[in-house]
């Protein structure tokens, strides 16, 4: 009995443990996760909050900055190429056939106003020059006999036939050496100077503009026939912009608005040029509108060439709307983001990121079409917002 009694003790004992030990265990589990909660609460609350203490703020060069309100204007894109008004180039050829006796230029040449560019030679250039002299010649002896009868036939002392005789030598021979003077001219003999020592048979053909060689379609030993084009000289002074506009864009151009454009894939720099014509016709292959624009700077037409192909915006419409600077902005997986000053002391910075709608730039600024949400006295990490977040 007294065993018996002992085992009923020790189970019941044991019993008092086991359940002792579940709900010590039980206990420990609640407080362990209890314990856990917290953290995982107090990561999702800081997920959004960045936290920067004075030293941290300063070393990183950051910068606070507000909402403003900037000019942004609506922009038309047009694509085109740079080019030379039409008095700007020229392609030499000439009135008289000849050799190529003599020609050293190749494209790329600078050349300068009345600067000979190839010489010509043809028996022909002989003859004129020979008809010119004979007719000067002729003439002064003509003159005479015409002055001579016409004083007889005042007089009586001659018939009029002779004196119209005289008359019409005089005149025939005056028009035919001006004549042949003209074409001594386009040949750029001087007929003042030309005398029987200095005929020559060859001719010298000059630039009629200082400007650079595009093109050269002749080579020494080759015939030149008459208007056949040899060579190509461009004036680039004065380059300006050909651009193309849809149609449906031509009712917002207008003369005088500001066009920014860049070299084809070069966004490194941005230019500036005006509207100066629009063409009243659209192409109807292709439904465009050709767009003249003048350089803002026509000092920096010599770091182009026609030809160059350009892509550019024109600013048209404008109007005021609230903006960040664009280094205020960073995007992640295609939604943008700010981080709004919650909180400043001695210490630091406490940061809030906000998620913001944008519109269009301008100039290093962008439109935030959630302004309304945000109050307006509110402050922004402006300049270094990317690595805090991208963190």
């Not at 004083?151 to 004196?163: A, R, Y």
């Not at 461009?234 to 151009?253: C, M, Q, S, Y």
């Not at 500001?258 to 040029?273: G, M, V, W």
């Not at 210490?347 to 913001?356: N, Q, R, V």
Request: hydrophobic share 35%; proline share 3%.
């Amino acid at each position: 009995m007294k065993n018996l009694t002992r085992i009923s003790t020790m189970n019941q004992t044991l019993g008092i443990l086991v359940v002792a030990s579940i709900i010590t265990m039980s206990s420990c589990s609640s407080r362990n996760d209890e314990t856990t909660a917290e953290p995982l609460l107090s990561e999702a609350v800081q997920a959004n909050e960045y936290k920067l203490t004075q030293i941290q703020f300063s070393f990183s060069n950051m910068e606070l900055g507000k909402l403003v309100t900037k000019p942004f204007h609506e922009i038309v894109k047009a694509t085109g190429i740079f080019d030379v008004p039409p008095e700007n180039r020229v392609t030499v050829s000439t009135y008289f056939g000849g050799a190529v006796t003599h020609i050293d230029l190749l494209p790329g040449v600078q050349v300068k106003k009345g600067q000979t560019l190839f010489s010509l030679e043809n028996p022909d250039f002989v003859q004129i020059q020979q008809d010119y002299l004979e007719a000067k010649g002729q003439l002064a002896y003509l003159k005479s006999d015409f002055e001579r009868q016409k004083n007889l036939v005042k007089d009586n002392v001659t018939s009029e036939k002779n004196f119209l005789k005289a008359e019409s030598d005089y005149t025939v021979t005056r028009v035919k050496l001006e004549s042949l003077g003209k074409k001594l001219s386009l040949m750029g003999i001087d007929p003042k100077n030309l005398t029987l020592e200095n005929i020559r048979s060859s001719i010298n053909i000059s630039s009629p503009i200082n400007g650079f060689v595009t093109q050269v379609n002749i080579a020494r030993g080759a015939f030149l026939a008459p208007s056949q084009t040899a060579i190509t000289i461009v004036d680039t002074d004065h380059l300006h912009l050909e651009l193309n506009i849809f149609e449906k864009d031509l009712p917002k151009v207008k003369v005088g608005q500001s066009i920014k454009f860049n070299l084809q894939e070069d966004y490194s720099t941005i230019y500036d040029a005006t509207v100066h014509l629009v063409n009243k016709t659209v192409d109807p292959e292709s439904r465009t509108v050709g767009i003249h624009g003048h350089l803002s700077n026509e000092s920096l037409s010599s770091k182009f060439n026609p030809g160059m192909y350009v892509e550019a915006n024109i600013l048209t419409t404008s109007q005021t709307k609230t903006a960040l600077p664009q280094e205020a902005l960073v995007e992640v997986d295609g939604k943008y983001f700010v981080l709004v000053l919650s909180a400043s002391s001695d210490e630091g910075f406490t940061f809030l990121k906000k998620e913001i709608k944008i519109g269009s730039s301008n100039k290093g600024y962008v439109e935030i079409l959630n302004s309304n949400d945000l109050k307006d006295n509110s402050e922004f990490l402006v300049k270094g917002a990317f690595n805090l977040i991208k963190e």
